[in-house]
């Protein structure tokens, strides 16, 4: 054993010693809580016990057999590679660490895995060393963690007379939920599933059920003049106690004050900790144009995009300093490019200047490292700098699903590792679980992983939430087509171009399904519509390229694809996994393509 495993203090040695630290994180191997900086993490019992074997034996082999045994003993019949994949993804994610390059749990394949963090205390074993007997007496069950603590915060509801002070109450309710969400004890729902319940009278416990919480936190906000009220409630969701009840009367500048003494109210009735961020403006004006700004971006139409950005570039003129409205604007622009609306290249130009300004000016925002990285890595074909802030922003805001959708896709699923994006995926959808768009990022997840079946459920989960979403409509398209249901893949590419007629994305659905069908001749024309228009090489260069690829016309497949690279068009990215290119992967020119785009893929 090396010294970095032994060179501890005493009081860290003694035989009762039933913690274990490394880095930031203190483990306690009887409990199995893991906390970081004093924050207790949320960390589900078998992740734990995965943990305290490792741990048992530092920097030495942990065999997969003591794994097994360890987490399902002999009498328990599962899947065992999937399950311990599943572990490892989720002890991963609670620490942070990257499969690629790891700071704490190494793979050593087909064989096991290894802790390689130096520790400052070593546990008693809980678990027998491959070289000791195992132990006769009875085992005592460790005991489980308890449940962290779970919130729900619902629309505050507006009693200012005017609907159109809406998105003040909405904009609060949203802080609330963020400010909340930096409370390392408390597992917090996000925005879009508090928000479907907006406006309806159902009972909180019904509420709580549907969203799997124990809390519930409601209230209301009136305006007039230059005061505001504010009023909430926390409801324990077993029986419907209010827990607390307050009211804040206070002037509408000190609205940044009165959302700490509510976020500090509730980790006080809780007794966790909060450790509170500054506000990334103190201008009032600027943060009710942020706000509106918000309100109507969450409406996901068109219109609504080009209101919020509206309404960002008033709060950076209100205040040019003010971080997370350049993170906004620079969404906007990065949007333009996912939706086929703009050649791509001079709109990344627009969201790099945007999302560098962001972050310069609020680096503690997660949200902001995550679109400074996405739009750097399509812009640049940079995924290291890329990779790094997505790490920064799992750092700073694990519990946000931009966040964690951001990660999944942009740096996971790119190189093949697609177990831990759907874990990403996943842990996203349980914490906003009525998100339609998470639905449909967990369908494209399976449908990246071959997974086609799932995807399909997944996207059939995403309709019943929003029944015109067009990335799950396209999805299970794609789902159905490849799994050999034709004639339904196409009915769901037609209801696509109901709902986006002669758009870029239907048209790579409507392809994709003739290829999969083997209707040659109607793949051509979809390709031929494409081809004639005359942005299509600049906007969409990836969409003639998979359905050649699907054709089986590899030549053309690869021409389009380094025109797709040359203008940035951003599903170049996930060549690598997508179903749609996997006729090209054994030809030589892939690897040349992907050394186009700077993505270098360690081999299986």
Same mark, same amino acid.
């Given at each position: 054993?090396?010294?970095?495993?032994?060179?501890?203090?005493?009081?860290?040695?003694?035989?009762?010693?039933?913690?274990?630290?490394?880095?930031?994180?203190? *483990?306690?191997?009887?409990?199995?809580?893991?906390?970081?900086?004093?924050?207790?993490?949320?960390?589900?019992?078998?992740?734990?016990?995965?943990?305290?074997?490792?741990?048992?034996?530092?920097?030495?082999?942990?065999?997969?057999?003591? @794994?097994?045994?360890?987490?399902?003993?002999?009498?328990?019949?599962?899947? *065992?590679?999937?399950?311990?994949?599943?572990? #490892?993804?989720?002890?991963?994610?609670?620490?942070?660490?990257?499969?690629?390059?790891?700071?704490? @749990?190494?793979?050593?394949?087909?064989?096991?895995?290894?802790?390689?963090?130096?520790?400052?205390?070593?546990?008693?074993?809980?678990?027998?060393?491959?070289?000791?007997?195992?132990?006769?007496?009875?085992?005592?069950?460790?005991?489980?963690?308890?449940?962290?603590?779970?919130?729900?915060?619902?629309?505050?509801?507006?009693?200012?007379?005017?609907?159109?002070?809406?998105?003040?109450?909405?904009?609060?309710?949203?802080?609330?939920?963020?400010?909340?969400?930096?409370?390392?004890?408390?597992?917090?729902?996000?925005?879009?599933?508090?928000?479907?319940?907006?406006?309806?009278?159902?009972?909180?416990?019904?509420?709580?059920?549907?969203?799997?919480?124990?809390? #519930?936190?409601?209230?209301?906000?009136?305006?007039?003049?230059?005061?505001?009220? @504010?009023?909430?409630?926390?409801?324990?969701?077993?029986?419907?106690?209010?827990?607390?009840?307050?009211?804040?009367?206070?002037?509408?500048?000190?609205?940044?004050?009165?959302?700490?003494?509510?976020?500090?109210?509730?980790?006080?009735?809780?007794? #966790?900790?909060?450790?509170?961020?500054?506000?990334?403006?103190?201008?009032?004006?600027?943060?009710?144009?942020?706000?509106?700004?918000?309100?109507?971006?969450? +409406?996901?139409?068109?219109?609504?995009?080009?209101?919020?950005?509206?309404?960002?570039?008033?709060?950076?003129?209100?205040?040019?300093?003010?971080?997370?409205?350049?993170?906004?604007?620079?969404? *906007?622009? *990065?949007?333009?490019?996912?939706?086929? %609306?703009?050649?791509?290249?001079?709109?990344?130009?627009?969201?790099?200047?945007?999302?560098?300004?962001?972050?310069?000016?609020?680096?503690?925002?997660?949200?902001?490292?995550?679109?400074?990285?996405?739009?750097? @890595? #399509?812009?640049?074909?940079?995924?290291?700098?890329?990779?790094?802030?997505?790490?920064?922003?799992?750092?700073?805001?694990?519990?946000?699903?931009?966040?964690?959708?951001?990660?999944?896709?942009?740096?996971?699923?790119?190189?093949?590792? +697609?177990?831990?994006?759907?874990?990403?995926?996943?842990?996203?959808?349980?914490?906003?679980?009525?998100?339609?768009?998470?639905?449909?990022?967990?369908?494209? %997840?399976?449908?990246?992983?071959?997974?086609?079946?799932?995807?399909?459920?997944?996207?059939?989960?995403?309709?019943?939430?929003?029944?015109?979403?067009?990335?799950?409509?396209?999805?299970?398209?794609?789902?159905?087509?490849?799994?050999?249901?034709?004639?339904?893949?196409?009915?769901?590419?037609?209801?696509?171009? +109901?709902?986006?007629?002669?758009?870029?994305?239907?048209?790579?659905?409507?392809?994709?399904?003739?290829?999969?069908?083997?209707?040659?001749?109607?793949?051509?024309?979809?390709?031929?519509?494409?081809?004639?228009?005359?942005?299509?090489?600049?906007?969409?260069?990836?969409?003639? /390229?998979?359905?050649?690829?699907?054709?089986?016309?590899?030549?053309?497949?690869?021409?389009?694809?380094?025109?797709?690279?040359?203008?940035?068009?951003?599903?170049?990215?996930?060549?690598?996994?997508?179903?749609? /290119?996997?006729?090209?992967?054994?030809?030589?020119?892939?690897?040349?393509?992907?050394?186009?785009?700077?993505?270098?893929?360690?081999?299986?």
């Amino acid at each position: 054993m090396s010294s970095s495993y032994t060179d501890m203090t005493s009081s860290h040695t003694t035989a009762t010693s039933r913690r274990v630290r490394f880095d930031a994180f203190e *483990f306690d191997v009887d409990t199995g809580e893991l906390r970081k900086g004093g924050l207790r993490l949320l960390l589900q019992p078998q992740p734990a016990t995965l943990l305290r074997v490792l741990l048992s034996a530092p920097g030495e082999l942990v065999r997969r057999e003591r @794994i097994r045994q360890a987490l399902w003993g002999d009498d328990t019949t599962v899947d *065992f590679e999937l399950g311990m994949n599943r572990c #490892v993804r989720q002890l991963r994610a609670a620490l942070l660490d990257d499969r690629g390059t790891p700071r704490y @749990i190494e793979t050593l394949a087909r064989r096991g895995y290894r802790f390689i963090a130096p520790v400052a205390a070593q546990p008693d074993p809980l678990v027998p060393t491959e070289t000791e007997r195992p132990s006769t007496a009875t085992p005592t069950p460790s005991t489980a963690p308890e449940p962290l603590p779970s919130i729900a915060v619902l629309p505050f509801a507006n009693l200012s007379g005017n609907l159109e002070d809406d998105y003040f109450s909405d904009g609060l309710t949203e802080d609330i939920i963020n400010g909340l969400a930096q409370i390392g004890g408390l597992r917090v729902i996000s925005r879009t599933s508090a928000f479907a319940f907006k406006g309806k009278n159902e009972d909180i416990r019904q509420i709580a059920e549907t969203l799997g919480v124990s809390l #519930v936190l409601e209230g209301s906000v009136r305006r007039a003049g230059g005061r505001m009220r @504010i009023t909430s409630q926390l409801i324990r969701a077993a029986d419907g106690v209010h827990l607390s009840s307050k009211r804040y009367d206070t002037e509408l500048n000190d609205i940044f004050e009165t959302q700490d003494e509510i976020s500090i109210d509730i980790a006080t009735q809780l007794k #966790v900790r909060l450790v509170l961020r500054p506000h990334p403006t103190t201008n009032l004006g600027a943060y009710e144009a942020f706000l509106e700004g918000r309100y109507h971006w969450h +409406k996901f139409s068109p219109a609504g995009f080009v209101k919020a950005l509206e309404c960002y570039n008033r709060a950076v003129a209100i205040d040019p300093d003010y971080g997370p409205a350049y993170t906004g604007i620079a969404e *906007f622009y *990065f949007g333009l490019c996912l939706d086929y %609306a703009s050649v791509a290249q001079p709109a990344l130009m627009m969201a790099m200047t945007a999302a560098q300004r962001g972050v310069e000016l609020n680096e503690i925002d997660g949200e902001a490292h995550a679109a400074l990285a996405y739009i750097t @890595i #399509v812009k640049n074909w940079d995924w290291e700098t890329g990779r790094q802030h997505l790490l920064r922003a799992l750092e700073l805001n694990p519990s946000s699903h931009v966040v964690r959708f951001s990660d999944a896709f942009w740096r996971l699923l790119p190189y093949g590792r +697609k177990a831990e994006a759907l874990a990403q995926v996943d842990r996203a959808v349980e914490e906003d679980p009525l998100l339609a768009l998470g639905q449909s990022f967990r369908a494209a %997840a399976l449908l990246y992983s071959n997974e086609f079946e799932a995807a399909e459920k997944a996207a059939l989960r995403s309709l019943e939430l929003d029944p015109y979403g067009p990335n799950a409509l396209q999805i299970l398209a794609f789902s159905y087509a490849f799994r050999g249901r034709h004639d339904e893949a196409l009915v769901r590419a037609n209801q696509l171009s +109901k709902v986006h007629p002669n758009s870029y994305t239907t048209l790579n659905t409507l392809g994709a399904a003739y290829a999969l069908a083997e209707n040659r001749a109607a793949a051509y024309a979809v390709i031929d519509e494409m081809k004639s228009r005359p942005d299509c090489v600049q906007t969409c260069a990836t969409g003639p /390229a998979f359905i050649y690829a699907l054709l089986g016309d590899k030549d053309d497949a690869f021409e389009w694809l380094g025109r797709a690279i040359d203008f940035r068009d951003h599903r170049v990215a996930w060549v690598n996994c997508h179903p749609c /290119a996997t006729s090209l992967r054994a030809d030589p020119r892939f690897q040349d393509l992907l050394r186009r785009i700077n993505l270098v893929v360690p081999a299986a």
